[in-house]
């Protein structure tokens, strides 16, 4: 069993739409959970993280965790075309400054 | 306020040469991370670092690869005699909490 699991995609969605992003993760200790996007070609940026259960908006995107289902989703309200990139669940791993085990990423795609 | 800086962006190395990767992490932030992306796979982790300490080096490759992140200047990823395996995107990232943030990644690629 992978440590972090999302599905690899593509999710299409119109424009305007919710899209729903998915990722679970096998380590119950695990503390605190990040979204990053990646435009193809580009770095990882940070788009939100989540530590306590339940749900957190900014803006547009809204993250939702359950970690007695070991469960974490994203939000995008309002889809725009250039929201379409790879989406990247990370969870870490530890209670401290520690590394980042990263999903293989969600490709979105919004069409106008 | 200076985001995560790397360079070069892109490398081309022959087999067997040596590769060195910076990274400057942003401003205030004392803990750095090095990412390895090859094609079509997702980022793994390789190396955590704090200035003049190695805190986590389990994602590193045994042989060839070594990190350091000295008390004066950037960081360092290291691959010594490369193979062409060792094409990918290396990631640093930084952070002064939890949230961790990237530098534009390295592209080596082996000939």
């Known amino acids: 069993q992978k440590e972090v699991e999302q599905n690899s995609g593509p999710l299409s969605v119109p424009e305007g739409a919710i899209a729903s992003l998915n990722c679970t993760y096998s380590?119950?200790?695990?503390?605190?959970f990040f979204w990053y996007r990646q435009y193809s070609g580009k770095s990882p940026e940070l788009i939100m993280f989540?530590?306590?259960?339940g749900d957190k908006e900014d803006g547009r995107f809204t993250a939702q965790l359950n970690k007695a289902s070991q469960y974490v989703s994203l939000l995008i309200r309002d889809s725009q075309p250039s929201d379409s990139a790879t989406y990247l669940c990370?969870?870490?791993?530890?209670?401290?400054?520690?590394?980042?085990?990263f999903g293989t990423g969600t490709r979105l795609l919004v069409s106008p | 306020n200076a985001g995560v800086m790397q360079n070069p962006r892109h490398l081309v190395r022959r087999r067997g040469q040596e590769a060195r990767l910076r990274c400057s992490p942003m401003?205030?932030?004392?803990?750095v991370y090095w990412y390895r992306q090859l094609p079509e796979e997702g980022l793994k982790f390789m190396v955590y670092?704090?200035?003049?300490?190695?805190?986590?080096e389990s994602g590193m490759p045994k042989e060839r690869f070594s990190a350091e992140f000295p008390k004066e200047g950037p960081s360092i990823l290291r691959i010594q005699q490369v193979v062409r395996g060792d094409s990918a995107a290396y990631f640093c990232?930084?952070?002064?909490?939890?949230?961790?943030?990237f530098g534009p990644g390295t592209r080596l690629t082996v000939t």
């Open positions: 989540i530590y306590s259960n």
């Open positions: 670092l704090q200035k003049e300490n190695i805190i986590d």
């Open positions: 380590d119950r200790g695990s503390q605190s």
């Open positions: 401003k205030g932030h004392s803990h």
């Open positions: 990370a969870v870490n791993i530890g209670t401290g400054f520690q590394k980042l085990v």
């Open positions: 990232a930084s952070s002064e909490n939890y949230e961790q943030y």
